[in-house]
């Protein structure tokens, strides 16, 4: 029951992340996360278009601070050790995109939590690992994108699936089309409602850490937008490092619910170190798709 108008104090200090009221039933919550500011971001066209962009860029000085201040807000609001959250809501499982900006984000949370990075090779951003553009001479050309050797040996204890041993994307799959990364990421959707159907209190919650347009695939796919290539009437435009709080109630007769509760939490940021989340740069992934 919500507190009655005479005894809401609007100005008192919560946790932005609990929802009031508390949540009741059979439902998991799932934090998502987009990765701190890459070198791609800050690029003046950071477009697909952009020869000049790196296949799997690291962080910037910026994006460096960003997740080590993730890192600290969520050790501070979201572990088990803090108190400041029911414990199905403290974050027990990291799942995180196998790109090297997703891994670099999730590494100070994870430290700070004591859990591993769990990589799962789905959870790339639309496009793939790919250098060049459609323009360029030689063209697109795709990358294998790091393999799980590299993964375990620049992020050492991040449990990695056999199946990326080669790497997770191939040199002939060039750059993924809109269409092509909309079907990968409802079968992501998939998955997360299977984690949901099995999901009991003592699981805690999961955290993902993806990537600024997959989000927006993603939350079409849960809340049941339906999804168009060209031009976009809404787009969900994710800051990075922004976290993304949803619940989602599993039914196994059907019928599954999808909460957002919050989007784009800051708490952890001043403004100063905000970046990312413009409407432009959605839309030109969206307009321009395939076209690297």
């Not at 919550?29 to 860029?57: C, E, F, K, M």
């Not at 795709?142 to 590299?150: E, I, R, V, Y």
Request: one cysteine or more.
């Amino acid at each position: 029951m919500y507190p009655r108008a005479d005894t809401f104090h609007p100005h008192e200090k919560c946790n932005p992340l609990t929802p009031t009221p508390p949540s009741t039933g059979r439902s998991m919550r799932l934090y998502i996360v987009r990765h701190a500011q890459s070198a791609n971001n800050a690029l003046d066209t950071p477009s697909l278009q952009n020869s000049g962009r790196s296949a799997d860029p690291s962080l910037t000085a910026k994006g460096f601070q960003q997740a080590e201040a993730l890192g600290r807000f969520v050790g501070d609001e979201l572990g088990e050790a803090c108190g400041k959250v029911e414990p199905q809501h403290a974050i027990r499982r990291m799942v995180v995109s196998p790109m090297r900006r997703c891994m670099l984000t999730a590494g100070p949370a994870a430290k700070v939590l004591g859990i591993p990075i769990e990589v799962k090779g789905d959870l790339f951003e639309h496009g793939g690992c790919f250098e060049g553009a459609r323009d360029d001479s030689g063209g697109v050309v795709g990358c294998t994108g790091l393999t799980k050797s590299q993964l375990e040996s620049e992020f050492p204890g991040c449990v990695v699936p056999d199946e990326l041993v080669g790497g997770w994307w191939t040199r002939q799959q060039g750059c993924e089309t809109v269409p092509q990364a909309q079907e990968r990421i409802r079968a992501v959707a998939a998955w997360l409602w299977s984690v949901a159907e099995a999901w009991k209190k003592e699981d805690g919650a999961m955290c993902i850490v993806v990537h600024g347009m997959f989000i927006d695939i993603l939350i079409k796919v849960l809340t049941g937008v339906a999804l168009t290539t060209g031009k976009q009437q809404a787009v969900y435009c994710s800051k990075n490092a922004g976290v993304h709080v949803l619940e989602l109630r599993a039914s196994l007769g059907g019928g599954n619910v999808a909460g957002l509760q919050r989007f784009n939490v800051l708490e952890h940021m001043p403004a100063a170190m905000q970046t990312g989340g413009s409407v432009e740069g959605l839309d030109d992934c969206y307009m321009h798709e395939g076209t690297a």
